[in-house]
């Protein structure tokens, strides 16, 4: 879901909120006003009739009103319809709104001995005056919906601007800074309680940091140990000459997975440790000699399946690596291949820009596609242990590079992970 600005939720808060109360409102005046426009016309009309009556009683001759607004009928019985304006002749006593000649018209019909009475009011003006009352009531609606909206604008600034301000201090604190110094003293509650809710947090993270950074420390110098035990009784092994050559291989292998482990070890030290990122992200390596070296060491495993490589590389690609993270990615991709593929040759492809490995082994289950790049995720028929494939999304997710899987059923799986492009160079074909 996309975030939403808080001023602007407030903001669009109080103007919706001007705006409904403003159109309420001025509905609510504008009927009233109609209402009592139309009460005052029927009281004049009213009026009116009366003063005839008793002006007729007084004087037979009486004129009916004439003016610019008010005129009026007197019909004996039937006589005299005809000569009424079509909209007049059938009306019932009472009050109608009719039309004559285009202008609205309010009209008063009453009978009194006989005698039909029908007295008519001209609502022109008064329609004119409704509609630039209406007019001036939308207008004050879209005024009072505006500065809704400002005031909504500046209270959200009022509201925010503690939040905003412990949100500054908190991202300007590093890995190292104290968690204390937050605003846990604000006037205002709910800041208050936030502030102290993100120092316990820091001060929770923090403390988790130091137990890594104690714990990785820890690992690095007890792991040298055993580790030098190992290489230095394999160099007293080599140097046996009581050895036969399959004794020697057996050697050499176990040289070749001691080697690998202190630099397993290495590039996971070395991904833990924050202080690290940077630096490894800025680093560079012959990545053509890191794939030759991790063929050499796979080679023994491969031919054990009755495997083989298929390198095309030219003799030195640059790539923005450092190189103790280009060993970890390139023997993670190659020990995928050779565990997963089972079966036929593996091709590794190496340009400018990218490094494409291809197995062919019976692909990966629809199910797993989206999942390969998880730690700790195994398929259905994987016996591994989830760690190869994610290890390298790290690796690449530290440098900004791309990694992208694709798999057909039966036919094979290709990783293939991409860096910033430099000039193409010309490439090499050799086997393994």
């Not at 600034?157 to 301000?165: K, L």
């Not at 947090?201 to 690992?219: G, K, P, Q, W, Y």
């Not at 390139?330 to 040759?345: C, E, I, K, Y």
């Not at 398929?379 to 390298?392: E, K, N, T, Y």
């Amino acid at each position: 879901m996309r975030p939403h600005s808080l001023h602007l939720r407030l903001a669009a808060s109080f103007a919706a909120l001007g705006a409904l109360t403003s159109l309420i409102l001025s509905a609510g005046i504008f009927l009233f006003a109609h209402q009592s426009a139309q009460k005052l016309i029927d009281e004049t009309l009213r009026a009116e009739l009366q003063d005839y009556l008793e002006r007729v009683a007084a004087n037979p001759a009486a004129r009916l009103p004439a003016t610019l607004t008010l005129a009026g009928y007197v019909l004996d019985g039937s006589d005299g319809r005809a000569a009424l304006p079509a909209p007049l002749r059938t009306l019932a006593a009472g009050r109608h709104d009719v039309e004559l000649g285009g202008r609205p018209y309010r009209v008063l019909v009453a009978e009194r001995r006989d005698r039909r009475y029908i007295f008519l009011f001209d609502e022109t003006l008064q329609r004119h005056r409704e509609r630039r009352f209406a007019i001036g009531l939308v207008a004050g609606s879209l005024a009072l919906t505006a500065i809704s909206a400002l005031f909504g604008m500046w209270l959200a600034r009022r509201i925010a601007a503690p939040i905003t301000q412990l949100a500054a201090i908190v991202g300007a604190k590093g890995a190292d800074d104290p968690p204390h110094g937050l605003p846990t003293d604000s006037s205002l509650i709910e800041v208050s309680e936030l502030a102290t809710a993100f120092e316990h947090h820091l001060s929770r993270i923090r403390h988790c940091m130091l137990r890594e950074r104690m714990f990785t420390a820890d690992v690095s110098h007890e792991l040298r140990t055993p580790l030098a035990i190992i290489r230095g009784a394999v160099e007293m092994l080599e140097r046996d000459s009581g050895l036969d050559d399959k004794q020697r291989e057996r050697v050499a292998r176990i040289d070749r997975a001691s080697l690998d482990m202190v630099e397993l070890a290495s590039a996971l030290l070395h991904l833990a440790r924050e202080e690290n990122v940077r630096v490894a992200a800025a680093g560079d390596c012959d990545l053509a000699e890191v794939i030759r070296e991790s063929v050499d060491r796979h080679r023994a495993l491969a031919r054990a399946q009755g495997r083989e490589f298929f390198l095309a590389t030219h003799p030195t690609v640059r790539a923005p690596i450092a190189r103790i993270l280009a060993v970890t990615l390139v023997d993670n991709l190659l020990g995928n291949a050779l565990h997963h593929g089972r079966s036929g040759p593996v091709h590794i492809h190496l340009d400018a820009h990218r490094l494409t490995v291809s197995d062919a082994g019976p692909g990966i289950a629809a199910d797993d596609i989206g999942r390969v790049f998880e730690p700790h995720h195994r398929g259905a028929h994987s016996d591994g242990a989830g760690i190869g494939l994610s290890l390298v999304k790290r690796i690449c997710d530290l440098h900004g590079w791309q990694v992208r899987l694709s798999t057909t059923a039966g036919k094979g799986t290709t990783v293939s992970v991409a860096w910033p492009s430099s000039p193409n160079l010309d490439l090499v074909q050799t086997d393994s």
